[in-house]
């Protein structure tokens, strides 16, 4: 098959397209900095410049393509760039799932996020729940930017006949991850102290894990239907503490109420600009949110079976203590 993957260049969508590479496909990629995407290219695949909001570049990579994996997106928590959010995460969606709704492209793929359901405070939903953010406000840009995407603009373009498949993934951990996650196991490996909320509670799946959820759902997913890929439920706190044993580690780990997390966050908004993005108002409201949701139909429809954290979690560690050693050196 021939297939084109945004955000190839980023955590997911890299793995992804080695992975469909690998399977013997064919693969272009959409790069806003093609040379970045210099080792797929090398690989295999076929790269052309331009952004997700350039609706005649995205038409250009689309023409003639078997499926398209939507995967790009804006994440960064107490930034202070919303509009960036808004413009990748909704805008940009907009012009890929049309543009492929217009090239009459058989099958798309969009990468969502369970952070749509809003704060679950540890439940296991499913894909009948819904949380309306409009209402109820939203934990940060992020989770308000991808809400959009799903609901304003993914749906919506499902009812005027795309042939779409939503999924969404949990966190999402593993070798080469630079997110706020990716810095907590980082600092288990160098022994560093955390301060950690006490109840957050996430659902856990290794990169690789969520890279084949994709061509899961590319392959068996029915159109029109979501499925939460989300891995493992577990608080932050107890998969700190078991990368901690893992690694052989000394971090000291306090744990912090999330309800002190919480009220911190009004006073601290007036001080947001000069605060490191964790100590931000936002920070400080989605370290005390959880976002958990249940993966059975993903199991029972694609054959989805993510790998628990015991087996996860080693090589991302041995892959950051050799990335630690690497830039000591």
Not at 26 to 49: Q, T
Not at 166 to 177: A, H, M, N, Q, W
């Amino acid at each position: 098959m021939d297939y084109l993957v945004t955000g190839a260049t980023g955590f997911i969508g890299g793995r992804l397209a080695r992975q469909l590479l690998a399977q013997g496909h064919r693969v272009r990629v959409l790069a806003r900095n093609p040379a970045r995407a210099r080792a797929l290219e090398a690989a295999g695949a076929r790269i052309f410049a331009g952004e997700i909001g350039d609706a005649a570049r995205v038409r250009t990579a689309m023409d003639g393509a078997d499926g398209v994996f939507h995967v790009a997106g804006w994440y960064a928590i107490g930034s202070g760039f919303a509009r960036e959010g808004e413009r990748t995460n909704v805008e940009g969606t907009r012009v890929v799932l049309e543009a492929a709704l217009e090239r009459k492209v058989p099958k798309v793929v969009y990468t969502s996020t369970i952070a749509v359901y809003g704060d679950t405070r540890g439940r296991l939903v499913d894909e009948t729940y819904f949380y309306d953010g409009r209402k109820r406000g939203w934990a940060s840009a992020y989770d308000r930017s991808k809400w959009i995407a799903h609901y304003e603009v993914a749906r919506s373009l499902v009812d005027r006949g795309l042939p779409l498949v939503i999924v969404l993934p949990g966190l999402v951990y593993g070798p080469g991850d630079h997110s706020p996650i990716g810095g907590l196991l980082r600092d288990v490996v160098r022994n560093r102290p955390l301060l950690l909320p006490a109840a957050t509670r996430y659902c856990w799946s290794h990169v690789d894990d969520a890279a084949l959820a994709h061509r899961l759902a590319m392959e068996r997913g029915r159109v029109g239907e979501e499925y939460i890929t989300a891995g493992e439920p577990a608080r932050l706190l107890d998969a700190l503490h078991l990368a901690r044993r893992l690694a052989g580690s000394r971090s000291p780990i306090v744990p912090l109420p999330n309800a002190l997390l919480k009220a911190l966050s009004y006073p601290a908004r007036p001080f947001d600009r000069w605060l490191p993005p964790s100590y931000t108002s936002e920070g400080l409201r989605v370290a005390a949110t959880s976002y958990t949701a249940a993966n059975a139909k993903a199991r029972s429809e694609l054959g989805y079976a993510p790998r628990p954290l015991e087996a996860g979690l080693p090589p991302t560690l041995a892959a950051l203590r050799d990335e630690i050693g690497r830039a000591s050196r």
